[in-house]
Structures are given as C-alpha cells and as structure tokens.
C-alpha cells in the first residue's frame, strides 16, 4: 500500500488490510525507529520487526535452505540501499542473542568465502564484487555493508536473474 506520497509499505495480506482498516495508527514506532537508522540518502528502504520476510523470494533450493536456517536466529532487520553513481547497501540484523549473531555472522563469512574460492580467477568483476561485501557484528547485530563502484553495480545488475529486473 502506498500510505503516503514517496512511501510504500507492503507485508502479508492480513496485515496489510489490517493497516488499511485502521489508518490511524500509523506505522509502529519501532519499525519508524528502524528507518532512522539507516542513511536518509538511501532510495529504498526496507525495516522488520518479525524476522527476514522471505516468502516470495525467488532463490535456487540451497539458498534458500541456507537463509532459512540461519533466519531462525534473526529477530528483526533493516536494510538500506542508495545509488548515485554507484551502490550502496546496508543491513542490520538482529538476532536473538550473541550465539545466534556468531552463527549467523560466521555462516555468511563463510558463503562469500567460498563463493569467492569457487570463482574462477579470470573472473575478475565477480571477485571485485565478494571483496567489496564486508561483514561484522557486534553483540546481536550482524552487519552487512558494501560499497560498489558504477563499474561494480553494472556487473551486479547484470548477474541479476532477468525475472527479477
């Protein structure tokens, strides 16, 4: 639904009509807490209170088995994305406590690890791409922060499935 010019909020069905019914309440406040947080100069936006929303999402079965583990450990999120002449991504994860943040933290290290071993060398844009893919955490929090170039965002794009442009 577009609640407001400029802003769109989408969710399950029954909540979505939950929020139309009743427009008065506005957006939660921890949700509107999540948003703050990102960098005003991102385009999209995307904040949960209820764990990663992956219904939907179109990834291959080992994936989405791999993301499906690992969201068992993740509370809430926030994810920002901002594009100028390059790209820029943002994302918080929440877990629901310090192990699941170790779990969570050294299984995605360990993906673009070995994404990055399996990529031939000769591949240079997909290495460049996995380099610039950075992730720590602190406590609970995971954090995934990349920065790419206008070349690097290019070769993003185009390793994008074409149902998904």
Not at 68 to 86: H, R
Not at 95 to 120: E, H, K, M, P, W
Not at 134 to 158: G, K, T
Request: hydrophobic share 45%; with cysteine; proline share 5%.
């Amino acid at each position: 639904t577009f609640p407001q010019n400029g802003v769109a909020i989408a969710g399950p069905a029954q909540l979505m009509q939950s929020y139309l019914a009743d427009r008065s309440r506005g957006i939660p406040e921890s949700l509107l807490a999540r948003a703050r947080s990102l960098p005003s100069t991102d385009q999209i936006w995307v904040v949960s209170s209820k764990g990663l929303p992956l219904n939907g999402v179109p990834l291959s079965s080992e994936l989405k088995s791999l993301i499906g583990n690992l969201s068992a450990y993740v509370a809430a999120f926030d994810a920002g994305a901002g594009f100028d002449a390059g790209a820029h991504l943002q994302v918080n994860l929440e877990c629901d406590s310090n192990d699941g943040a170790r779990q969570v933290y050294g299984a995605l290290r360990a993906l673009i690890g070995f994404a990055r071993l399996t990529t031939r060398d000769k591949d240079l844009p997909l290495l460049q791409l996995y380099d610039a893919v950075h992730i720590s955490f602190d406590r609970d929090i995971v954090q995934i922060r990349a920065d790419f170039s206008a070349a690097l965002a290019d070769q993003l794009y185009n390793l994008l499935p074409e149902r998904s442009r």
